[in-house]
Each structure stands twice: as structure tokens, then as C-alpha cells.
């Protein structure tokens, strides 16, 4: 095997855009981060969100992950046997695959001649760790792909460059895809009953609806958290949360053509005028943010906050801004807090008809009170 890439880079690759400092971005052009990651440090990609995930492509006949796994604790209370963060990832159109990390991880090997492609992700973390103030322990620290000998990183593909439709979406336990594997995970073989095996961005509702449109995608989500609440592994409520990748680390200057809001869930004992003006000052934060992005806020699937949240969007449309959305997704969805994979499946199929119909091909906002 070759050293990873990473460290190898032709000085004839360009440098990505900065992210979250002034300092130069550290990595070559071949790799695609999507996701928020943290990109400071030379030769290290630090994300705490479940679901992010970088693309490249290569040539050669293998391919391994590296990862440092310095600040990882395996053992937490919630999950005594310990484990890993999980990965999941796919080469070209292949079977996707999963697995922990480790120091390397072999991702491929045996591939015919010709140029391949490889799309890892962030599978599940245990959102029970630390994961906002440093030292974070649920997070992963990837250093790189490394190809077997012969190999290299060839430039990414244009539509990586300029991808045709990017989301984002903004929630907690749900959007992060906390307890998709419940029902599977310590009883299909290779599937260890333990947090991050539980967890599965790629299966979650927001995974299957961003690769159902086409989309390249950020998925934000803090276990127990709301606009307010503090949540698991110390993340902070949204409001707070929203600018920061974690704490000491600004967001970046990505903009999302549709960012989706999914909050509400565990504020449901909040008084719907108070949460209002809460969601209304998140509206108007992400709209600073996002100042060309269509707004959905999306109705919680069990029906929380369901009362305040048309009406933070019927706020947002009285201070003059038609590029915000509600959809109401009551009756979406009857069964556990957390959707399994086939309800994450059926809620995908239901956001995404919403989405084509509702935001993406409309120029301006409909009214609450009219569908959507």
C-alpha cells in the first residue's frame, strides 16, 4: 500500500476553498468533503455529525480509510462492550459496505484497470460521548485514502465541483439517524448492539431523501437537543449550535440551495406563542446565513410544536420573505419516536414528493393554511 495520498498531493492539484479560518485549506482538490468538517489542520478532516462524507476518485487496483483515532473512546456507559464510530461506503455503483474505523480500513481491493470512484461516510456515532466541547470523543478524524501501489487520486468529477441540488438539514436525534438499526443491530451477524450500530445516517430519512433527489447533502443533527435544549454528549441547543461545527470551530461559508428544518420534537412542552418566537429567531438566523436558500420547516412527524411552527413561518412571510416554506407532514407517519429503516423509507418518499412539488420547482412560498 501507498502512504495515504493525502500526504502526497501533486503541488499541481488546487487547494480547496478555506473553511472555518483564514488559514489555507490543507487538502487537495481530489477530495470532496460534504458535510461539516472541520478542515483546519493539515491532513485531518474532524467531524462530530453523523452523515458526513467525502467523495474521490482513483485509480489502481485497492483503496483503505485512514483515521486517527487518538481522541476515541470505545467505551461508554450507554454501550459497556464499546465501540467505534461506524462508516459506511460504496465504490462506483457497488453494494455499500460498513464497518468501524481502525487506524486503516480496507475499502477495496482487486478492481479491474481504469479510474474508480469512492463515497465514504460517517455512519453513527454514540451521541452519548462528547461530542461539542473538545476533547471530543464521538467524532471521527479522517487522515486520508490511501491506493494500493501504482494508484493515485485523479481530479473529482464536475458534478462534485457543482453539484445540480445541495440540501441541508437541521435537526436532532431524528435527522442524525439515531436508532434506524434498531431491530437489526445485535441481531444480524456483524451488527453489534452498540451505539453507533444502532445509528445510520445513510438509512435515516434524510440520507435515502437527499440520494433519492440527487443531492449532495449536510446532515445536522444533535441527540435530545431542540432550539433550547442542551442534548447529548453536550451538544447544545440550535440556536446556539447553528454557527458553530462545534465549539471553537465557526460554520464555513457553504450555502445550501434548501436548508430543512426537523425541530421541535423534544420541545413539546414549551408553550406554542413562546416557541414561536424561538423558531422565528431561527428562521431569521438561518436566513442570515443563507441569505439565496429556500427555508422548509418541516412539521415534527409526531406532531409537535405543530401549531407553533406554520405560525414562525407566517411570521418569516410578514417581515417580507417569500422563500420560506412550512410542510405538513401529519399523517406522515405512526409508529416508534425514532423511524426504522422502512419508516425512514416511507417518510423519505413523502418529503421527497413534498419537496418536488412544494419548494424546489416553485419560485415563491405557499401559504400554511393552503397545504403546504
Known amino acids: 500500500m501507498s502512504r495515504p495520498t493525502s500526504t502526497l498531493a501533486s503541488a499541481a492539484l488546487l487547494l480547496l476553498p478555506t473553511v472555518a479560518s483564514c488559514a489555507p485549506a490543507p487538502w487537495p482538490a481530489a477530495y470532496r468533503f460534504f458535510g461539516r468538517w472541520d478542515l483546519r489542520a493539515a491532513g ?219 425541530q421541535g420534537t423534544n420541545e413539546g412542552s414549551i408553550p406554542p406563542d413562546e416557541y414561536r418566537q424561538h423558531y422565528t429567531r431561527y428562521l431569521a438566523m438561518i436566513r442570515a446565513a443563507y441569505p439565496k436558500a429556500k427555508i422548509v420547516a418541516l412539521r415534527p412527524f409526531c406532531g409537535a410544536q405543530e401549531a407553533a411552527i406554520p405560525a414562525a413561518v407566517d411570521a418569516r412571510h410578514a417581515a417580507g420573505d417569500d422563500r420560506v416554506f412550512y410542510i405538513d407532514a401529519a399523517g406522515w407517519y405512526q409508529g416508534p419516536l425514532h423511524p426504522d429503516i422502512a419508516g425512514s423509507a416511507a417518510l423519505s418518499r413523502k418529503l421527497v414528493a413534498a419537496l418536488r412539488t412544494q419548494v424546489l420547482y416553485t419560485g415563491a412560498r405557499r401559504v400554511p393554511g393552503q397545504g403546504g
Open 44 to 262: 485531518r478532516a474532524v467531524t462530530v455529525n453523523s452523515g458526513s462524507y467525502v467523495r474521490a476518485r482513483f485509480s489502481g487496483t485497492g483503496l483503505s480509510a485512514t483515521f486517527d483515532l487518538s481522541a476515541n473512546r470505545p467505551h461508554c456507559v450507554c454501550t459497556p462492550q464499546g465501540s467505534y464510530p461506524t462508516i459506511a461506503w460504496r465504490i462506483d455503483a457497488g453494494e455499500w459496505q460498513e464497518a468501524e474505523i481502525a487506524a486503516s480500513v480496507k475499502l477495496a481491493e482487486g478492481l479491474g484497470n481504469g479510474r474508480h470512484s469512492v463515497m465514504l461516510m460517517v455512519r453513527g456515532l454514540d451521541e452519548h460521548q462528547s461530542r461539542w466541547t473538545p476533547p471530543l470523543v464521538a467524532c471521527v478524524t479522517f487522515t486520508g485514502f490511501a491506493t494500493t501501489k501504482g494508484g493515485r487520486l485523479a481530479p473529482p468529477l464536475r458534478e462534485w465541483l457543482k453539484p445540480a441540488l445541495t440540501l441541508e438539514f437541521l435537526g436532532d436525534s431524528i435527522t442524525e439517524g439515531v436508532v434506524v438499526n434498531e431491530g437489526r443491530a445485535g441481531v444480524v451477524k456483524g451488527i453489534p448492539f452498540t451505539w453507533p450500530w444502532l445509528a445510520d445516517a445513510r438509512q435515516s430519512y434524510v440520507g435515502q431523501t437527499a440520494m433519492a433527489l440527487g443531492a449532495e447533502w449536510r446532515q445536522v443533527g444533535f441527540g435530545a437537543t431542540g432550539l433550547l435544549l442542551v442534548g447529548s454528549g453536550g451538544a447544545p441547543g440550535a440556536l446556539e449550535a447553528f454557527n458553530s461545527f462545534y465549539a471553537g470551530c465557526p460554520r464555513d461559508a457553504w450555502q445550501p440551495d434548501v436548508a430543512i428544518i426537523n
